[in-house]
């Protein structure tokens, strides 16, 4: 149980031009999912908690307007990278929490891996 | 002061030895502990929640918290070299909604 998946798992794109990332929990449903970006050698970064049906809540120093986020569903967020630039390009994380397991573990998706060219 | 801190290593432990890994939390309410792993190029994987003192047990995986102290550990016996990874410790804060975690501590077990 307690799956997250996500869609591109890796995906190339010419700077900028806008990137769509999907996150969905497959077996539970999730009111609250996470963003984060990871570069390499470096720990996570929490971009954004994402609330079903609500506005995003970005960590400070995030573009809003740049990282769009939408929690359409309980099983669904997505973030759409807009305007993407080279140093945009890094590994996208993003986590879910189960709504109805009374805990505050979060399940990661395997991640999306953006390049900028 | 980190409101998680780890050392980020690398520890370095032969196979079959116990390999202990610390973290320390500046949130005296917090509630709710785990530990994650991170293999590198992937995304993190819970392996331990701890939410009350003293040890939790799970295969060769035991978490340890000392809520007195803000100090939780994990200690991994009979380690392997497909152990070897990046260690996250993560804490839910006093109001329970944000996950605060750790850098990370790089941990190379070697055969």
């Known amino acids: 149980g307690a799956v997250v998946s996500q869609h591109p798992s890796w995906v190339i794109c010419k700077s900028g031009t806008s990137v769509k990332i999907e996150c969905r929990s497959l077996d539970f449903q999730a009111t609250t999912m996470f963003w984060y970006r990871q570069f390499p050698k470096q720990s996570l970064m929490l971009m954004a908690t994402s609330n079903e049906g609500s506005k995003a809540t970005y960590e400070q120093g995030v573009e809003k307007d740049k990282f769009l986020i939408n929690h359409a569903s309980l099983t669904l967020s997505t973030l759409t990278v807009t305007s993407a630039h080279p140093e945009d390009s890094s590994f996208y994380i993003c986590?879910?929490?189960?709504?109805?397991?009374?805990?505050?573990?979060?399940?990661f998706g395997p991640g999306t891996r953006l390049t900028v060219t | 002061q980190k409101e998680v801190e780890q050392n980020s290593g690398p520890l370095s432990v032969p196979e079959g030895a116990i390999a202990s890994l610390n973290c320390t939390y500046s949130?005296?309410?917090?509630?709710?502990f785990f530990w994650y792993r991170q293999y590198s190029g992937k995304s993190p994987e819970l392996i331990m929640s701890i939410y009350s003192n003293g040890d939790k047990e799970d295969g060769r995986f035991t978490a340890q918290l000392n809520k007195a102290s803000q100090y939780v550990s994990l200690l991994i016996r009979d380690s392997q070299p497909s152990d070897s990874a990046t260690y996250l410790c993560?804490?839910?804060?006093?109001?329970?909604?944000?996950?605060?975690f750790g850098a990370g501590t790089r941990l190379f077990v070697k055969a």
């Open positions: 993560a804490v839910n804060g006093a109001g329970g909604f944000k996950t605060i």
């Open positions: 949130d005296r309410g917090s509630q709710s």
């Open positions: 986590s879910a929490r189960d709504s109805g397991g009374g805990s505050y573990e979060q399940y």
